[in-house]
T-cell receptor, first 111, second 116 residues
Framework: GEDVEQSLFLSVREGDSSVINCTYTDSSSTYLYWYKQEPGAGLQLLTYIFSNMDMKQDQRLTVLLNKKDKHLSLRIADTQTGDSAIYFCAGDNQAGTALIFGKGTTLSVSS | ETGVTQSPTHLIKTRGQQVTLRCSSQSGHNTVSWYQQALGQGPQFIFQYYREEENGRGNFPPRFSGLQFPNYSSELNVNALELDDSALYLC???????????????FGPGTRLTVL
């Protein structure tokens, strides 16, 4: 089955760019997603990318997808303290019924 | 437009008991999925319901069961609770019709279950 790996922690200074990386094993996902989870809250969809694209930009967020290496990244420009949270990458399963999540990357932003 | 709501927010049960968690889908959504998120882990897919029928299931035992009602609200039932069932249970609703936004799932805030 699908396995999704992420680095566990990232620490940046306010105003810097953050890059969160993700690798996945199953290339059959149609869409790949980035979700944000703040303490005590559910998951908020940040952005997604269709599997035949290699880049998507959405305001401060840039998603890069390298299908050959099965690597997905999320770049947050001008990172703010309010961006501190856990970020999950996810792909949909072959049936399109479920999301397969990584373990999450905790982003800590210091001022 | 109301978002996805879940109840209760927290609850504590003892091993062997049964629990029912509830979810109200976002208005207009006909598909609901349930996920279990253990501490420090990513969410794991339990199952999905579409128009009151189970439409996919993850690697969870039969003591995890669900229902979806005609108004598209949903329940997750867990029998014979085990200590490892302690987790945040997330409900997500979506439209079955994929469209250009894909299988976009909108998550509720979750129910924190503690099994003692």
């Amino acid at each position: 089955g699908e396995d999704v790996e992420q680095s566990l922690f990232l620490s940046v200074r306010e105003g810097d760019s953050s890059v969160i990386n993700c690798t996945y094993t199953d290339s059959s996902s149609t869409y790949l997603y980035w979700y944000k989870q703040e303490p005590g809250a559910g998951l908020q969809l940040l952005t997604y990318i269709f599997s035949n694209m290699d880049m998507k930009q959405d305001q401060r967020l840039t998603v890069l997808l390298n299908k050959k290496d099965k690597h997905l990244s999320l770049r947050i420009a001008d990172t703010q303290t309010g961006d501190s949270a856990i970020y999950f990458c996810a792909g949909d399963n072959q049936a399109g019924t479920a999301l397969i999540f990584g373990k999450g990357t905790t982003l800590s932003v210091s001022s | 437009e109301t978002g996805v709501t879940q109840s209760p927010t927290h609850l504590i049960k003892t091993r062997g008991q049964q629990v029912t968690l509830r979810c109200s889908s976002q208005s207009g959504h006909n598909t609901v999925s349930w996920y279990q998120q253990a501490l420090g882990q990513g969410p794991q897919f339990i199952f999905q319901y579409y128009r009151e029928e189970e439409n996919g299931r993850g690697n969870f035992p039969p003591r995890f069961s669900g229902l979806q009602f005609p108004n598209y609200s949903s329940e997750l039932n867990v029998n014979a609770l085990e200590l490892d069932d302690s987790a945040l249970y997330l409900c997500a609703s979506s439209l079955a019709a994929m469209g250009p936004s894909g299988n976009e799932q909108f998550f509720g805030p979750g129910t924190r279950l503690t099994v003692l």
